[in-house]
């Protein structure tokens, strides 16, 4: 199965295709029951994994052993997953890819950022310069086989946008992102810049760019739209709510009876899917002879 390819033909399809970013395997394991599509966010597993903010902590072995988590439980979801600068050397990214793609990842988003760097819509970012960046994109482009690419600029300077943007459309990448997009005003003229290629829109809780619906997106040109951090900050301010209601309520758990309160036996039944998704689909014939 070419998980690269089948990402591409859903890109390709009318409309703009969601991916939920997911932080661990419990996170994982909701947003299949919502969503086709995953994007493994740099700012969820940084903050996940590491305790730490999207600032570069990220060492690319761990990221390789979450995906390959996640491919193990989720063997028809779209994966597309963020390297953030291809962890600085060119030879690295490449190592990366090729071993994500050996795993099964769909894509991956490759940024034009240097150290130090930041989340996307964070102030001080700081972006290589222009060929440099595309040498090592080039490089990647060269050793992917049908892994989808995304090229991700974070420039900040109106002109450097449009350059860059331009630029990284021209290329081989599939799709193209520009981060931090302010405004629909900016995402009509990136549009414009990139003509035909695949556009793709990070939309993050409180970040720089607005709140759209996806039927918005798709009136924009937007292709694909990333949700980088509603499971996790959702279970964040649950489990803040949770624990100050526990506190409140002197260590007395609340009863599971009400319809909104997640007990044992449904957290039970969400994980158990992660090995039922690998068992094939009996036949009419073998659920008669069953």
């Not at 399809?13 to 394991?29: F, H, N, Q, R």
């Not at 761990?62 to 193990?72: A, E, T």
């Not at 050397?89 to 240097?114: F, T």
Request: aromatic share 6%; hydrophobic share 45%.
């Amino acid at each position: 199965m070419s998980y690269g390819n089948t990402l591409r033909a859903a890109i390709a399809e009318p409309g703009t295709t969601p991916l939920i970013g997911v932080y661990d395997m419990y996170s994982a394991s909701v947003a299949a029951g919502h969503y086709d599509g995953m994007f493994v966010s740099g700012f969820g597993f940084a903050a996940s994994y590491y305790g730490l903010p999207d600032i570069g902590f990220i060492a690319w072995p761990d990221m390789l052993g979450f995906v390959q988590r996640l491919r193990g439980a989720f063997p028809r979801h779209h994966l597309l997953v963020d390297i953030d600068d291809g962890y600085v050397d060119p030879e690295v990214a490449c190592h990366v890819v090729e071993g994500l793609e050996r795993i099964g990842a769909s894509g991956v988003i490759l940024e034009d950022q240097k150290r130090p760097r930041r989340c996307g819509h964070a102030d001080g970012k700081l972006v290589l310069p222009l060929a440099e960046y595309l040498e090592k994109l080039d490089m990647v482009l060269a050793t992917r086989k049908d892994l989808v690419v995304v090229a991700r600029t974070d420039a900040t300077d109106e002109a450097d946008i449009l350059r860059r943007a331009e630029a990284l459309a021209a290329t081989d990448a599939d799709v193209v992102l520009v981060d931090g997009v302010r405004s629909v005003e900016w995402i009509r003229r990136i549009r414009e810049v990139v003509d035909g290629k695949p556009l793709l829109f990070n939309q993050i809780a409180g970040g720089k760019s607005p709140r759209l619906s996806l039927t918005e997106l798709g009136e924009l040109g937007i292709d694909v739209a990333i949700y980088s951090t509603p499971c996790l900050f959702a279970a964040h301010e649950a489990m803040d709510a949770a624990l100050g209601e526990l506190k409140r309520a002197d260590g007395r758990l609340p009863a599971t009876d009400a319809r909104d309160q997640i007990g044992v036996a449904e957290s039970t039944r969400l994980l158990a899917k992660n090995i039922t998704r690998h068992h094939p689909v009996p036949t009419a014939r073998e659920r008669v002879d069953a």
